[in-house]
């Protein structure tokens, strides 16, 4: 079962734009990350933020998240053609499990 | 530094056949995960370990067996592989816990005809 729910599922802006997309999850966590995956790649790690952090930078990446509502969304700013790719949520639970869920992801789309 | 590395990139099977995908690992990470991606399901969690010998099952474990004899190498096999085992099989490790960051191979691509 899927912890996490991005939305959209797909979003096609243009170079320069920003970009916004959203995490919804179900239960308590302890942290919430987001992932890159170019086509065809595996994932690789972009920003952690942990339950009692609101917001966090990464250069053109913003992280918010909202506890209360139990979701997060990334923002990615002046977009390039380059950040094209799916990008997933993904959150541990405050469990003893040592495992992340991910999230079925967002399709981004930045054409010239 | 080779980082995580998976072989085969691509492998065709057949039903009933038994398949062992490899994953290594180079930073000596104590934690190791085996995902499978289909579309519209996302990734899920096969099977993890936090270190040798120790071994958990995931979110979709059957028909999947893993041994972690050493800390570098985790291998997936499949017993017998079915059709629904087609997929895209994405290895990762975690230095600190399974809740932290995590360093994804490049990725297996099984078919099972």
């Known amino acids: 079962s899927q912890q996490g729910e991005e939305d959209p599922q797909a979003l096609s802006i243009q170079e320069g734009e920003n970009a916004t997309m959203n995490c919804s999850y179900k239960t308590s966590i302890n942290n919430l990350q987001w992932y890159r995956q170019n086509s065809g790649r595996g994932l690789v790690h972009l920003i952690l933020i942990r339950s009692n952090e609101r917001e966090k930078h990464s250069g053109r990446l913003r992280v918010t998240l909202d506890t209360s509502k139990k979701s997060s969304s990334l923002l990615i700013t002046a977009s390039r053609a380059a950040d094209t790719a799916s990008y997933f949520c993904a959150t541990d639970d405050t469990g003893t499990a040592s495992k992340l869920t991910f999230g079925t992801g967002t399709r981004l789309q930045v054409t010239l | 530094d080779a980082g995580i590395t998976q072989s085969p990139r691509y492998k065709i099977t057949e039903t009933g056949r038994q398949v062992t995908l490899m994953c290594h690992q180079t930073?000596?990470?104590?934690?190791m995960f085996w995902y499978r991606q289909d579309l519209g399901h996302g990734l899920r969690l096969i099977y993890y370990?936090?270190?040798?010998?120790?071994?958990d099952k995931g979110e979709v474990p059957d028909g999947y067996v893993v041994s972690r004899s050493k800390t570098e190498n985790f291998p997936l096999t499949l017993e017998s592989a079915t059709r629904s085992q087609t997929s895209v099989y994405f290895c990762?490790?975690?230095?600190?816990?399974?809740?932290?960051?995590?360093?994804f191979g490049p990725g297996t691509r099984l078919l099972v005809l």
């Open positions: 930073w000596s990470h104590s934690y």
């Open positions: 990762a490790s975690s230095q600190v816990g399974g809740k932290e960051t995590q360093y």
């Open positions: 370990s936090a270190a040798a010998d120790i071994t």
